[in-house]
């Protein structure tokens, strides 16, 4: 009965040795999968951001304004009071005149609130087209925020 008591008494020892090995393989296919996916992830659209608080623009000449009413028709402004309605085509061929003559001259987007946001954007694109390097959009100020004011 000595020998049965001592089987049982083997059988009940602990193995104290952990198998890494399927962990190691689990960390080399998450390493490699973040490897391959790492740089899929920098994916965007390069903006200029203002280095200062938003305020008031001070310029000396009258900024170049492409405005999108709420149907998604095109407006030029090149002189304070000139509106003129134009095509997409118009549009890119008088701001890539405009820029040729003057490449530092301000250009700003001006979208209608019920505006459809893809014609805003193509609106951008034109200006790409028409070789503008930097574009603003412009908002009107918040009302209640604004007659808050400091306290």
Not at 19 to 28: A, C, E, G, H, R
Not at 59 to 68: L, R
Not at 77 to 98: D, H, P, Q, Y
Request: overall charge positive.
């Amino acid at each position: 009965m000595a020998g049965i008591s001592a089987r049982r008494h083997r059988k009940r020892k602990l193995k104290a040795e952990i198998n890494v090995v399927p962990y190691i393989d689990v960390m080399l296919v998450l390493l490699i999968i973040f490897m391959v996916t790492a740089p899929l992830l920098n994916l965007g659209v390069d903006i200029d951001l203002p280095q200062s608080n938003a305020k008031s623009i001070q310029e000396k000449k009258d900024p170049v304004i492409v405005s999108v009413d709420a149907a998604g028709n095109y407006f030029l402004t090149v002189k304070a009071g000139s509106n003129e309605a134009v095509t997409a085509e118009t549009l890119t061929a008088k701001v890539r005149g405009i820029v040729s003559q003057n490449p530092d001259v301000a250009v700003f987007v001006a979208g209608d609130a019920k505006a459809n946001y893809q014609k805003v954007m193509d609106a951008l694109v034109l200006l790409q087209g028409a070789n503008v390097k930097k574009v603003g959009l412009m908002s009107q100020p918040d009302q209640a925020t604004q007659g808050q004011g400091r306290r």
